[in-house]
C-alpha cells in the first residue's frame, strides 16, 4: 500500500507547477517541495519534472502573441521592481530586452536590401 494517497500527490504535484509558474527554479522547487510535503529528494525532483513538464507542453499549445504579451508583462514588473531597488543597470536591460524583442524586429523587417544582404550586425 502506498504511503501517500493519489489526491496527496496531486495537491503536492498542483503545488509544484505554482511554484514553477511563479519563477523558481528547478533546484529551489525541489527543496521547497522536499521541505514543504517531508518527501524525500527523488519524489519531489519527480514532482517538479512534471511541473517542468505540464509548463513546455502549454507553451507548445500556445500562440506567438500571447506568449510574447506574456514575456513583455514578465519583464516590466521585473523592470519596476528593479527601479524600486535602485538597480538601473538592470532597468536598462531590461529595456534593451524589451527593444529587442518588439521594435528592432519590427525595424529589420521593413528594411529594404539588395538580394537580402542585411550586412553585418
Do not use: C
Not at 496527496?8 to 509544484?16: F, G, H, Q, S, T
Not at 519563477?23 to 527543496?31: E, I, L, M, P
Not at 521585473?78 to 528592432?104: C, H, P, T, W
Amino acid at each position: 500500500m502506498p504511503r501517500t494517497t493519489r489526491k496527496e500527490r496531486e495537491d503536492r504535484r498542483r503545488y509544484a507547477l505554482k511554484i514553477v509558474s511563479d519563477g523558481y527554479g528547478w533546484g529551489d522547487a525541489t527543496k521547497i517541495i522536499e521541505n514543504t510535503y517531508s518527501v524525500s529528494r527523488r519524489t519531489a525532483i519527480r514532482d517538479v519534472d512534471l511541473a517542468f513538464e505540464g509548463i513546455v507542453q502549454s507553451l507548445d499549445k500556445s500562440d506567438v502573441k500571447s506568449l510574447m504579451g506574456w514575456m513583455t508583462l514578465g519583464i516590466q514588473r521585473n523592470i519596476m521592481k528593479a527601479e524600486s531597488q535602485g538597480n538601473f543597470g538592470a532597468v536598462i536591460s531590461g529595456y534593451r530586452l524589451l527593444f529587442d524583442m518588439i521594435i528592432r524586429p519590427r525595424e529589420e523587417h521593413s528594411k529594404r536590401t539588395w538580394r537580402g544582404y542585411k550586412g553585418s550586425m
